[in-house]
Structure formats: structure tokens, C-alpha cells
């Protein structure tokens, strides 16, 4: 087991300390399992209560043995249930007044409701957007994380040209390279804060299986084998001169990575070709372009307009209605983190921002040509963390 | 793909307009991805509206062109936006005042407060359970997906005897069998409902792994093998003597079961003889017990009073504080559904419930010993649907 080092999370509550401080929040209290370990280390079912001039006390329900071994950075404070909160906090120091700081963009209405009442002379305010921000730029340790996921997902992908033959599934390559990124350390779940936003592993899709749109706000879909859970790799077999694309989470110690790297067997037709090339083209300018202080909207504009000046535009990104609205997310502790790389996203890049850039292009009757890689925007440009060399694969026998 | 029969996603709509007629709700907008397919048949990025005497529509931001074809029984209206949505509705004719019924256990406050902006006129209600008391019953089609899950489940734990060997770890048995249930149909993802309450397949814990408390409200935590995501297997290798335990979600057209088995390599302590043949007579208890209309309250009182009697309280559930407060807990296309075997949840016992019982019992040093089947409520009783055989097996070689 190797827990986040405890100066990392010492310096995140100081940083969320001056932001609440500066955003006039007496207190807030964070729960949710990402942003909790983000700032305790641990997980718990319990709450962190963090206020702008006070030392932070970890309120813990369970498991509170656990909890005494793991020993966080903050002192604990037991509780068996959440009326008995503000108690604990009086007892600590905390004034239970002024503005609740919550996460309200993850924490359901059920209990939010529950904490007015708990809290009845406190008037909640969603401390989520300052969150976020502060999880956008990541520490030297959490791109140590990100690397080491990157080249699991690296050393899993070795086995690829062994695995696609004719006539195997979808749903067999995949299962065949999560056994192997789970044996290598892969931690398994894989965090999101979307409501509603699913995925497991990622998508191994072949030819026309590739341009099956999502139900979720992801460029790819997949058809998946039951209508229960229709995304990623389906039962269609793979089969000669079809792009076949395997866009696939690792996850070390929290942190994610996001790939996506094409194949094929013998052959593809010509037009997937000339839509490779268009993304290697893409790369290209997006490497150019994507500096500090760069504004995401217009690294956006400018790699649509490209594509559209070539006639491309029809197939990039989705089809029709079904296109997404980026080109790129941010990558951490959670698979859709800031930066977004959209028309409209507030904040300049910033050195240490780590996002997925997947341009990806869907071609009707022959699937998904694309690519995507994880990379940390440096003085210097994007540096990029995943590993695996971006080319089409392709088997031949 | 097997979608699931238009019957059955029309009769449930039907049910719960007589639900919203009783209540008094306008206009229910359902959203929450399980809610959603059980509801439609489909998944979609959108919204399910429901009135009490008014056709239901199927309101879609994406995939549009994939919805159309999978024709799910509701009419589909698409939307770009949001904002779009109260138009929408006006325009087939559903009356947006009064009540609106919403999933606010489950709801992000920031979702709740972007539709009181759009639906301004209209109070927000909790529906949710009326939809969960829906879902506790299940219907024949829902059992048969239940069975399919157990049937792969019991194929894959087929192999364990091969695979439990002293030196291999916890990690390497749960890949193992992950990769089994997959290429067997397991679709991967396994929904819960509460906030926060992760889960992945399940834990395969070996001797004192097994007494490691969880950080979400599960009676089994495990170590995990990182400190992001502490549950499930860890490194531990696996040693002669030691309670090895095998806790498994499967998951199977969206239907979730849940079981646990128990190994050992040569033998096992004489203290986990004795609580596996208490575990035993709990399970006799049980199925005497647990008819329609006895309380789950009154079966939870009886268990425990046995446990008591017997001088094992202080192992039941967990120790001290860490102890959970169920027994067992409703399965379906969520694991964690109604009905909950605690000592007040409000409904009694009813036929075609599908609950998960687990008695279990962690003892100090030792490790975890206990069972656990997925059931389903009968005029005669409990039906198990899990179908592994319930012993410990002792691998001797």
C-alpha cells in the first residue's frame, strides 16, 4: 500500500483553506470519494470538515478501527450518526454559522436536505466549482501516478498483435486486456463525476461497431452486448481491413489515463488512411498550439476549422446530433476532470493541467479512425504521458 | 441484444402512473440510468416524462439516430438543450404545473436547481420511493435474468479449485474469475444506487484480509492493494489454513446477484468450523422465517437474538462500530435495492422479492467465515437463485 504523501495533502487543504477564505465559506464539509481522498489520503464513510482558520477534523462513521491505523494528517472525530455532527464541530472549535461549503454538483438533493436540517441557520453554497479547479493542476506525485498508469496500459497493449485474429469477438479482446491491465495493478473502478456518465474499461470496437453513438457524452459508443449496458466492445467479430480501436482507462493508486490506439487486420481502405492522416495532422497542430496561457476554445476552433477546410468535418467528433461538444477532458483522480477542451471553457491552459486529447472521426459503413493520448501541459507544450506508439497497427499473417 | 419485452416496460410505466395519480404529481421526468432502462428499455442521454393520464415521452438529447432505431414503446422528442424541454412537453400536450416529480436521492443538487430555473412554476417532489418500492418486485422476466447471472457465476467459480494455490495472491484469483464472468456475459458495470457506495466485482479476501472493515456500508471491506481504492483483494498471498472467502457480484442483461463461498486450502481452524455451522443454522432460520408478510424487522430481531444466544455477538456483521446494520439487502438492476434486512425497514416481506442474505462473521486473526445467497420470496418461502453449491471447500492436494 503506498497512501499519498502527507505533505501533498497538507498543501491541498492549505490551498482549499485560502479559497474558502477568500470565497467568505465558514465551513465545508466534503464527502464525496474522490475529493475525499484528494484531501485526507483515506477513504471513509465520513465527512472532512474543512474551515478557512481552523485545523481540518476528519468526522468518520466507519471504518473507524481502519481509520486509526491509516492515520491521516487530520485528527478523527467518530460519530454514529449525522445529527450528531455539529456537536463534534462545536467541540472542535468550528463555528457552525455562515455559509455550508458542499459539493453540490455531485451530492444528491436526498442529502443535502438532510444537512439543512442538520444544519437549519447555515445556507448551503457549492464549493464544487473551487474544487475542481484546485484538482485541475496536478503535483509532481500525481503525474508520477499517471505515468505509472500509462505504462501499464503500455505493457498490456504488448499483447494486442497476439489477440486480434478473425473471427475472435470484441468482447474477447477486451476481457483478454482488462485480465491483463487488472494483473498488472490496475486498480479496477475507475472514478467520474458526471451523474449518469457510465463506463467500465473503456470501448474495443471494430469496424462499423466504431460509429454506434454513445449514450453517454463520450465521442465513441459501441454497441456493448446488452441493451442494459450498450457501450464498448459487443459481440460483432473482428474481421479483414476494419479499423479496430481499443480506447481503454488505466488506473494507478486513483489516478487515470486514457488512450485510445488503432489496428488492423492486413489492410484498411483507403479513406480511413486519409482520416489517419488527418489526425496525425491534428496532433501535430495540437502540440503546437497547446501552451500556457493558450485559451482551450481557441485550440478548439482552430483544429475544427481544419478539419472542415479539408471536408471533414461531416464525421468528426460523432455524427449529425450525436456529435460531442469536445475535443478533449481533463485526467486525474476522476476520468472527467477540468480542463474540457470545448468552445467555451473559462480557464486558460496552465502548466500541470493534464487533459486527453481524442480526435476521432466516424466513417459510415467503416467504423471509428481516431486516437487519443494523455498529456501535461509544460512551459515548453504538451508532454505527453501515455506511451504506446501512435500508429495503426496493422497484423498481417 | 435482448432488449427487455415492451410488455413488461409498458406495465411498469402504467403502474407507477397509478402511483403519481395516488400522490398527486403532475409530471414525473426520470433521468438516473437504472430508473431509465427500466422504465424505457433503452439507455439514453435524456428524459423519461411520465403524467398520470397521459402517454409517456421519451425526451433525447443523444444518441438520436441509435434511439430511433432501437424503437424503444415511448414517442422520443429530441432536444439540444435543456431549456428546450418544457416546450417540448407543451407541445405534446403534458401540463407543466403543479408538482414535479423527480429522483432526488439520487439527483445532484446542481441538476435539482437547473430545473427549478426551467420548470419555475412546478414544486419538486421525491419520487423515488415509489420507484424503488416499484422495483422491489420482480417480475419473471427480471428472475430469469437473475438465474442467467447466478448460472455464470457458479460456471465460473467452476475453476477455483485450480485456481487457489498457496503463494498465488488475493489479486490474481479475483482477475482470474473477472475474466471468466466476462467472456461468460457479465456486462462489466454493476450499478448501485447511494452516493459514494463504490463497488467492482466484488472481494476475494484470504485469512485476516477478511477482518478488514469496509469504508462503504458492506459487511466485507478487504484491504484492496491501494490506499484509492482500499477494498476487494489485496497482495496477500494466499496460506494453508486460512478462511478464503469469494464475494461476487454477477451481472446479466442489467440484474444484479450477489453470492459468497467459502475455501481452504487443506483445513481451517476449528473456531471457523464452528461459526460456518452456526452461518448453517442461520440459513435454516432464514428460509423458516422469511414468508410473505413477515416483517424484515422481525427476521433481522430473531437472527441476531440466535447469534447472541450463542455467545458469538461480538464477530456478527463486523466489530464495534464497524458493524453494518443489515442482514441482507434487495438485488435487481441495482445492488442496492429494497427490501433491506435491518431491524426497521417499513415493508414486509412480499412474493417476488429478490434479496441478498449474507450472515458473516469476522473473527480476530482468523479472517472472515460466512455465506451469502441471492433469494427470492415465494408463497412457500425463499427460492434461492444463486446455485453454487453452499459448503466450505476444503482444496486438498
Redesign the interface.
Known sequence: ????PVTEVTGRVAALQGELARKEVSLALI???ADL?YYT?????GWLAVSPSHSPLLLVR?????LLE?APPWPLA?Y?DLKEIPELLNTFGFAVQGPLG?E??????????RLQKIFPQMS?Q?I?PLIRQQRMLKSAYEITQMRRAAAILDQALEDTPRLLKPGVTE??V???L??RL??L?H???V?VRT??L????GHVLSGVSGV??????TPS?G????????Q?AGLKKLAFGEPISIDLFSC????VVDQTRMYALESLPERAWEAFRIIEDLYRLFEELAHPGVQPGDIFQRLWQEVKDRGWGDYFMG????RVSFLGHGLG?EADEYPLLTARFPYPLATDMVLAFEPKFFLPEIGMVGLEDTGRITPEGVEWLTTTPREVMVIKR
Chains 1, 2 share one sequence.
Open positions: 500500500m503506498e497512501p499519498a464527502r464525496q470519494a481522498y489520503g483515506v477513504l471513509a464513510d466507519r471504518p473507524q478501527r481502519r491509516a467518530f454514529g458542499l453540490l454538483d455531485v451530492m444528491p438533493v436526498g442529502v443535502a436536505r448551503q457549492d464544487s468482447m474477447e477486451a476481457a483478454a482488462e485480465y487488472r494483473l495493478g486498480q479496477g473502478l472514478r451523474w449518469n457510465e463506463l467500465f474499461y454506434e453513438a454513445a449514450y453517454t457524452d459508443g454497441p456493448g452486448f446488452t441493451a442494459a449496458f450498450p464498448g494507478v493508486n486513483g489516478y455524427r449529425g446530433a450525436d483522480l
